[in-house]
């Protein structure tokens, strides 16, 4: 087994429809430039009120990522 150096990056994802769709979000618009993402945890949540709903979901992740 190979050893390995990984770094992690604070990131905030958005989703007005959940959770999980604003953790996607957040590792999508990473994925572009980020390369070899491995695996996420979530540090935070939190979203915004309108009108007695949700109106949007945040959730703040560290990702982890190998370094080459």
Do not use: C, P
Not at 2 to 27: F, M, Q
Not at 33 to 45: A, N, P, Q, R
Not at 57 to 66: C, N
């Amino acid at each position: 087994m190979e050893n390995h150096t990984y770094k992690k990056i604070e990131l905030t994802g958005t989703s007005n429809k959940s959770l999980e769709d604003a953790v996607e979000n957040a590792i999508e618009k990473a994925s572009k430039t980020v390369d070899d993402m491995g695996w996420f945890e979530v540090i935070e949540t939190r979203g915004s009120i309108e009108d007695g709903t949700v109106a949007q979901w945040q959730v703040v992740i560290k990702v982890g990522f190998t370094l080459k």
